[in-house]
């Protein structure tokens, strides 16, 4: 039966054991009482919620989908319900800071519930998946009144967010954007533009809607350096209703459940956020949390499709396999669970599960870091490594998702086609991770000019040097993994290499393989997470035939071929790459 | 705008050039009158009825889909006038034989058609899909009476057929099929049992529908050597309505147009169609056609990505572009089709396209020889060789098929994830048909344990003769392909090699890797079908600018390092696979 099982022992011991992340939290004053067990705490209540109260929601609200009635939409049935449920249990302030009513805890932990949510419900995830990104660009380029108005309801998750950037001729070029905002002798501005793609711009889970709009001032210079922000609410200070008018919903392929709204604003009330001109600053600050937060959609995604593919697979019969494990007796057909063809397609999706999560979750301690670490240095050097990291987690994890979430569709068979099975949906819903928050392409390109080549690739060397001690401190029983990591790292540092070396005279040559170099160091991110996770079970003790070993031998014995073409077309940068004809 | 252009320059370039089909249908009697001039008027006019017929029903009839009311089935408006002018055009009769009616013309014609269909519109093609497949069993199995009285009625398409297998125990292991049949007084044969996955088991496009039920006889012994076929009409001889019951339909992913059938039989009356206990015999006469035509559902789900995303990448703008093709001026934005990321993912998607054509029909044109070759060596060892083709065709198209169908939807960002745009149907619609006419694994399963193993590896040895002339034969300009191509010989002929080398002491071996060899020969076929199809370029002196070369060249330069890592896992079948634990 399609269920969700709150993976609890995998992300305890990745936090405590793969990352350690317990002895960084005791180096962090911000983080000073938080340990390993009020961590474990708190990950399992997130677990119940999003198993108890949001996962029955899922499938119903997928068929349900969103309604546009007279300018209002309703969510699906149950949607409010796991909302007022979320806003109790005091989710929405997780990670928000303390003084203005957050709970203080670090980002790897709210990463940690976001991919819980997402496994469970990935469309109701959208509408509180904006709050902290709404919350920190708020707290940071608020001015005092605004944050006062309306930093403590987005915190405690009375009033949800949205995010207006996508017009229709202006989506990875938001130059092209055209909504203008006019200033009001009273400071104020009056906002007018379409906007379109707009999560969560008009639903009926709260009393008001915090509209954080780009837009464009009278004087603005062209291109995005003329871009500012404006907070626009669907409901005035006075209680009137804002000019803030929803034309239409998207008919999409999945996350029916979430309002995705074409939003007009007619000279709608807004308040200015930060600088003139400087709107995308004020956003790319939350950029690297919101686009790992779409990352761990590929890992919810993952897990819930692996999950349940193993939990099929150990209930239907077809056919004879060939050999099964000891003890089980040749009768009748077996469990597909023995076949081979089976057990490739689950220990894969298995290690991968696995591997992403380090990964993943890697990023958020390193915006932790980042964050609050005493050490400017330390501070410094981990949000240069969580800046290369993100845009690889973001593509990576979310290409994963939908592939893992289409070959665990295959162990269903034609029951995996239709909707009851539950399959089907994750595939649906898991597509989009690749489009929004910056296409994956877009993010090759960000990692690529803005990460690698830049500074003389002193992050990429760092994060180099920091793979190649776990594989040069692993004992001898870890060989399979050290081997493998060690020579993807040598591939990973030719390559790059080669295109430092082909970008000086052809500019185009690192944006022809820019995929090839996500991908390729996506998967040296998973040989390193393969290689860390299996010293964490060897200094555990953890004996040679516990489960948790066998999606890591799989990794190391079958999985680490994938990785050569990508770096072979990335040591290929200066070939070039053809014109394509119109029709 | 989304729509459908038959690409008949690549079709006949294929035909006529790649394959050069006229002159093997010169020395076939059967398609003696055939040359390359009436076979493109056929394909021309299949185009014209595709395009403006077939393809205005598609994207309406996935949102409408069919209801069952009553235990009647409504398929979505406007799918009856399209039956109707198909059946008109005489398309049903296209590869069925004069003698009972049809036009005797090639099944690789058959396939150009049927690419045309599902290009046009899957769900649709699904109903007259398993006409030619029924037509086969009966003009081979059927009783003299049963072929009188159904196969006329069938080649003309004045009525559908159903094949019923599935049970829901029963999938891949059709051993487990329970639904019986008891012999009458009369020679007739009551039928009881329930059937699940039945693809148009009712619907109201034609009056009668024609049932092909496996089934068990009293005596019948157990699996799968005690099924037999039954044909079960839905209106009985005598004009009343037999006891065939449709009791539901599944809400499926995809190809929503078409009745997906949960079907009763309730002592219905039928008749046997060949011996007792041999229906799968007769059945797997038709299985390399039907699987053929699985994998011409995945060519045709890519080129309608391909074509599509290529026009929309000449309409869009965004962004700056680093460089651009020779007179086109920079100002402002660029078309997305000068962007690197854009230009890697088009030229592949054609370069797949192409490739895959070349492939499927060359599937196609063995199953002509084998079926019409006056020799009798050439028909077998043209079987032999479709036999090898046809799982790769079926299992590599469908998973291209679908995984390009995803990758030309990211050329639309966030305009491709909703229904209006197009492409998100096609991914999924493309999606099923890695599932149905035996799963993608059953296929690799098959390839390896039946075509590849026995008799010494005979026809796959073949196989890499005939590919290694087009290597050998290549003059210098050619050198990138021919190079390509005999590595990739190299490479399949050691895996094989090794994998028939561990066989012996290790009958798993194979299995473990079954899936690696048929993507790694899937590979090899397209490296074979971009040599050929370069080399039929050049003898036809095509200048070096024309746009056809592009996708040649796209592939020689970047994408045959694709096939290495599922060679290696080949090379390395010894290794052992793990068991899955349960939770």
């Known amino acids: 039966m399609w269920q969700y099982i709150p993976p609890l022992q995998s992300i305890r011991f990745v936090i405590e054991e793969v990352l350690q992340a317990p002895a960084q939290w005791a180096g962090i004053p911000a983080f000073a009482d938080l340990d390993a067990d009020m961590a474990a705490q708190v990950v399992g209540e997130a677990g119940r919620f999003a198993?108890?109260?949001?996962?029955?929601?899922?499938?119903?609200?997928?068929l349900e989908g969103c309604r546009l009635e007279q300018g209002e939409v309703r969510v699906p049935a149950g949607y409010r319900g796991a909302y007022q449920a979320f806003v109790d249990g005091g989710w929405p302030a997780l990670a928000c800071d303390p003084e203005v009513g957050g709970q203080g805890l670090p980002q790897l932990l709210n990463a940690v519930l976001f991919e819980m949510l997402v496994s469970a419900n990935h469309g109701w995830s959208m509408y509180p998946g904006l709050l902290h990104g709404a919350y920190e660009t708020l707290k940071s380029h608020g001015s005092p009144e605004l944050r006062e108005r309306y930093l403590p309801k987005i915190v405690s998750g009375e009033w949800l967010a949205a995010m207006a950037l996508?017009?229709?001729?202006?989506?990875?070029?938001?130059?092209?954007?055209?909504?203008?905002?006019?200033?009001?002798?009273?400071?104020?501005?009056?906002?007018?533009?379409s906007k379109i793609f707009i999560s969560g711009g008009e639903h009926d889970l709260t009393d008001n809607i915090v509209h954080l709009v780009l837009c464009r001032l009278p004087d603005a210079p062209a291109g995005s350096k003329g871009l500012s922000l404006a907070l626009v609410p669907k409901v005035l200070p006075d209680g009137g209703r804002n000019a803030v008018v929803c034309d239409g919903l998207e008919k999409k392929m999945g996350i029916k459940g979430s309002a995705t709204c074409q939003m007009r604003y007619e000279g709608a009330t807004g308040w200015l956020i930060g600088e003139p001109h400087r709107g995308l600053a004020a956003m790319f600050l939350m950029m690297n949390a919101a686009r790992l937060h779409v990352g761990l959609q590929g890992l919810g995604h993952l897990e819930m499709a692996t999950q349940n593919a193993v939990r099929y697979a150990h209930e239907r019969r077809q056919l004879r396999a060939p050999t099964r494990p000891d003890g089980v007796a040749a009768e009748g057909p077996d469990l597909?669970?023995?076949?081979?063809?089976m057990r490739r397609t689950l220990l894969r999706l298995q290690a991968l599960t696995e591997g992403l999560r380090v990964v993943a979750y890697r990023a958020a301690q390193l915006i932790d870091e980042a964050e609050h670490h005493p050490d400017a240095d330390r501070r410094r050097e981990a949000q240069a490594l969580a800046a290369l990291l993100t845009p690889v987690v973001k593509a990576f994890c979310t290409q994963q998702g939908f592939d893992g979430a289409s070959a665990a569709l295959q162990v269903w068979g034609g029951y995996g086609y239709t909707h009851d099975c539950g399959i089907e949906q994750v595939v649906r819903d898991a597509r989009i991770a690749l489009i929004y928050e910056g296409t994956n392409e877009i993010q090759a390109i960000d990692l690529v000019q803005r990460k690698l080549l830049p500074d003389g690739g002193r992050a990429f060397e760092r994060l180099l040097v920091q793979m190649a001690e776990v594989a040069e401190e692993a004992p001898p029983a870890l060989r399979p993994w050290a081997e493998a990591l060690t020579a993807q790292l040598q591939q990973a540092r030719d390559g790059v290499a080669a295109l430092r070396a082909a970008a000086v005279e052809d500019p185009e040559a690192p944006l022809r393989v820019a995929d090839d170099v996500l991908a390729g160091i996506g998967h040296l991110m998973l040989a390193w997470a393969w290689c860390a996770s299996a010293r964490a079970l060897l200094r555990l003790a953890v004996p040679e035939d516990d489960a948790r070993w066998a999606p890591l031998r799989h990794a190391a014995q079958w999985l680490m071929a994938d990785a050569a073409p990508f770096w072979q077309r990335v040591r290929q940068c200066r070939q070039p790459l053809g014109w394509v004809a119109s029709d």
Chains 1, 2 share one sequence.
């Open 51 to 62: 198993a108890e109260v949001l996962q029955p929601t899922n499938g119903p609200g997928d």
């Open 166 to 193: 996508t017009e229709p001729a202006a989506g990875s070029d938001l130059g092209l954007l055209r909504t203008r905002a006019e200033p009001q002798a009273d400071g104020s501005l009056k906002v007018s533009g």
């Open 336 to 341: 597909i669970v023995h076949h081979p063809a």
